[in-house]
């Protein structure tokens, strides 16, 4: 129960976020990707294999390895 200007009102005046329930996420189950993305360091597109994840933002993302150089490559994915 949240005190009436008490510590709720000093960590939003200092800016602290309260601790909050993480909920599981759809990516937990391991969803893969398979497609095209831009490597930085060859500079040209490369077909991958990766996981997908969901972004501190809330944006879904597949995160995979480039197979000539080892580069980490990222693809930002659509909402569906």
């Known amino acids: 129960m949240p005190l009436s200007g008490g510590e709720d ?3 939003r005046r200092h800016g602290r976020r309260l601790a909050q ?3 599981p996420r759809e990516t ?3 969803e893969s990707y398979t497609g095209e993305a831009y490597c930085v360091k060859c500079k ?3 077909d ?3 996981e997908v994840k969901v972004s501190d933002s809330g944006r879904r993302m597949a995160q995979g390895i480039c197979k000539v150089c080892g580069t980490k490559l990222n693809r930002i994915l659509g909402k569906a």
């Open 44 to 46: 040209e597109k490369r």
């Open 28 to 30: 937990d189950m391991g």
């Open 48 to 50: 991958f294999t990766g």
């Open 9 to 11: 009102a000093d960590n």
């Open 21 to 23: 329930a993480t909920t």
